[in-house]
C-alpha cells in the first residue's frame, strides 16, 4: 500500500516548519510517522504536503530542572524512558512506555507526536494529564503554554491551531512519596489501550490529599475519573479504601463500545485496573 | 534548507546500505521497503501485513529496529542502513542466522529477515536478556509458522555464541 501523493519538506527549525504549515493550509506534521504513515497508507490520512520535524535538533533532549521536566516534543519513547534520572522521577513513564505498541514504535514513536495526534487508546495521554503536564506550542502569532486539560478535545483532536507545534513537553516532578501507575489492558492486534488508567495519588499525614486517576482507551478523550479521586481523598489508602474507589472509577464516564470490547466490558475492566493501577503504586 | 519536494516530483536519496553507499531519485511517498527492494534490489527485506504490524520489513537505521513500511525513504536521506543481506559474511552466517539455522528458528522462512534484524538490535543493546525480555522485544515480529518457542530459543543460542566470542 501506498500513500497518495503529497509534497514534502525537511524542516531545518520551528520557525521553518511553523512558516511552511502557516503557508500550506493542507500540511500535516510528519513526527515519529508511527501513526500517521500507516494512516497514509491506509488511505485514512491524505495530507497534500508533509513537514518532517525528524532533522529539527532543537526538538530534542530531556532535562530535569528545579522540579520541572522539559521533555523536546520529538524526543522517542527510547530516548525518554532511557534518560539521566527519567526512570527514578517518573516510574509511571516506565510503565506506559514499555507497553506501547512494540519496540520498533519506542524505538522512533514521539512525545509531542503522540500528545499531538490525540489517539483514544494512546497510553502516555493519560500518563501525561495525570502528571499535570502541559506543553510549549509555537506558531506564527507566538509561543504560548497549554495545559494538559485544555489540550486534548476530542477523538484526535486537539485545541492547536493548523500552524501551531508543540515544541517541549513540561513535566512536574511530582511531590516527593506521591504514588504513581500506569495499567493497561492493550488490543492483542494493535497494542493499543482498551483501557488504560494512570494514577498519580499525593498523600499528607498518611492520608490522600489529591488523587488522580485518568482513563485513556474507553473514553473518546483522556478522562479524570472525578468519583473515584474524590472517593479517595482524605481516607488512609488500605485495601478497603481502595476497592471502595475502583468500584466507582466508571461512573459518570461517557464510554465507547466496539467490537472487540462492548461499553460494559470496558468499564469493568476500569474498575479492575484501576484497583491494580493503585495497588501497583502503593506497592512500589 | 533546501526547498520543498513537490508533489509527485522525485528527489535524490542517498543512504549507506550495508556499508556501500546507493542513491536513487524518488517520490517523497516511497516507502524505505520499496526503496530497498524495487530501486536497490534488496530483496530480502519483505512485505509481509504492510500496515506496520507484522515485522517482516524490519531493518536496522542509524541503529534503531525500524519497520521499513513505516519509514518514507525521504527521511532517511544520509543514514546508515542495514539489511539482512548484509550480515554474513561472505558465505559464513552471522552468528544470529547460525542460531536460527541451530535450533530450527524458522518454517517458511518468510518473517526470518525481520526477525532476524530486530534480534540484532535487541542484543546490541542486551547482550544476556531474558526470555521475558526476548519475547516483550519481538513482539513486533509475528511468525505463523513456529509458535514462537525455537525462535526464542535461536535467540538465547545466538547471545550465547556472540557473548562467548566477544569474551574470546
Known sequence: MFPTSFSYHQAASVADAVAML????????????????????????????????????ELKGVSIEDGVTTIGAMTTYDELRFAEGVSEAFPILLDAINVIGDQQVRAHGTIGGALAHNDPGADLTAVFLALGGSVQVT??????????????????????????????????????????AYKKHAHPAS??????????????????????????GATSKPTRAATAERALVGKHLDHESIAQAAA???????????????????AQLIKVLAKRAIESAVSR | MAEAVAEGAK?????????????ASVEPRMLLVHFLRDELGLTGTHVGCDTSQCGACVVNVDGLTTKSCTKLAVQVDGSFVETIEGLADGDA??????????????QCGYCTPGMIMS????????????EEEIRHE???????????????????????????????
Open chain 2, 119 to 130: 534480534t540484532k538490535a535487541l542484543l546490541e543493546r542486551n547482550p544476556n536478556p531474558t
Open chain 2, 138 to 168: 519481538l513482539e513486533g515480529n509475528m511468525c505463523r509458522c513456529t509458535g514462537y518457542q525455537n525462535i526464542v530459543r535461536s535467540v538465547q543460542y545466538a547471545a550465547q555464541t556472540m557473548r562467548k566470542k566477544a569474551t574470546g
Open chain 1, 22 to 57: 502557516a503557508g500550506n493550509p493542507e500540511a500535516k506534521i510528519l513526527a515519529g510517522g508511527h501513526s500517521l504513515i500507516p494512516a497514509m497508507k491506509l488511505r485514512l490520512a491524505a495530507p497534500g504536503m508533509l513537514v518532517d520535524l525528524g532533522r529539527v535538533s
Open chain 1, 191 to 216: 497494542g493499543y489501550a482498551v483501557v488504560g488508567i494512570a494514577i498519580a495519588i499525593e498523600q499528607a499525614d498518611g492520608v490522600v490529599s489529591q488523587a488522580s486517576i485518568v482513563i485513556t
Open chain 1, 139 to 180: 506558531g506564527t502569532s507566538g509561543e504560548r503554554t497549554v495545559r494538559g486539560e485544555d489540550l486534548f478535545v476530542d477523538l484526535w483532536t486537539t485545541s492547536l491551531e493548523p500552524d501551531e507545534v508543540i515544541t517541549r513537553v513540561s513535566l512536574p516532578v511530582s511531590a516527593a512519596g506521591t504514588l504513581t
Open chain 2, 93 to 106: 552466517y552471522h552468528p544470529i542466522q547460525d542460531a536460527f539455522w541451530e535450533k530450527h528458528g524458522l
Open chain 2, 11 to 23: 528527489t535524490k536519496v542517498t543512504v549507506t546500505v550495508n556499508g556501500q553507499q546507493r542513491s
Open chain 1, 248 to 266: 466507582v472509577a466508571a461512573e459518570g464516564l461517557e464510554i465507547n463500545g466496539d467490537t472487540y470490547a462492548s461499553e460494559s466490558y470496558r
